[in-house]
């Protein structure tokens, strides 16, 4: 049972660029979310999806994208990566939000130049 | 939507003493109310959680008191000790299919 899987762990890219941090889950959990941290700031939820084929916004939705094809996975998509995006990304899972332990993946360390 | 306040943003307490982290939410509807503990470098992981039938949880030196009424909340660490060192975070959601929001966290240092 690997829990909550993060890839890649660091990762810069140019003002610009496009790419995709991958979540994946093996406890057959609902609820999965993504969360940007950033000093003094907290973690600011980005997407959730409480659910395959749903998803809604957080807190500071823009400049990314997400998709919940399958319960395991739900890839975080930046469109054009801008240095605002510098930050640690953390994926999370629960079985629901009502009473239940989130798990966090270990973040993901993005800068962008 | 919801929106949770957290203070004080940084706390130092001599080791033994105890902490106490206050969180504010803004949603009377909101019934659960976790709260994280995130060490330096690692990612944040659960440490107690109160659900809004609840008044106060306890489990051994930590603790958490929930007002409705006030729509408050707060963590208290007993006897702290070095290892309690770390970012604490609150969090509140309305119910099983709804996001889970977060306060901004508050540093804890124990000083020896």
């Known amino acids: 049972n690997a829990g909550v899987t993060q890839t890649p762990k660091f990762q810069v890219l140019k003002t610009g660029q496009s790419m995709t941090l991958q979540c994946a889950q093996d406890?057959?959990?609902?609820?999965m979310s993504w969360y940007r941290q950033d000093p003094g700031m907290g973690l600011r939820l980005i997407h959730y999806s409480v659910g395959a084929g749903i998803t809604d916004q957080g807190e500071v939705p823009n400049g990314y994208n997400v998709s919940r094809s399958t319960t395991e996975d739900f890839p975080l998509r930046l469109l054009s990566a801008a240095p605002s995006q510098t930050s640690v990304y953390f994926c999370?899972?629960?079985?629901?939000?009502?009473?239940?332990?989130?798990?966090f993946g270990p973040g993901t360390r993005l800068t962008v130049t | 939507g919801e929106n949770v306040e957290q203070h004080p943003s940084t706390l130092s307490v001599q080791e033994g003493d105890s902490a106490v982290i206050k969180c504010t939410y803004s949603?009377?509807?909101?019934?659960?109310f976790p709260w994280y503990k995130q060490e330096l470098g690692k990612r944040p992981q659960l440490i107690i959680d109160i659900r809004s039938n609840v008044g106060e949880k306890k489990d051994q030196r930590i603790a958490v008191t929930l007002n409705k009424t006030a729509k408050h909340f707060s963590l208290h660490i007993t006897e702290t000790q070095p290892e309690d060192s770390a970012v604490y975070f609150c969090a509140a959601s309305r119910r099983r299919d709804d996001k889970i929001i977060f306060g901004k966290g508050t540093r804890l240092h124990i000083l020896p």
């Open positions: 999370a899972s629960c079985r629901d939000t009502s009473s239940y332990e989130q798990y």
């Open positions: 949603d009377s509807a909101s019934n659960y």
């Open positions: 406890m057959n959990h609902e609820y």
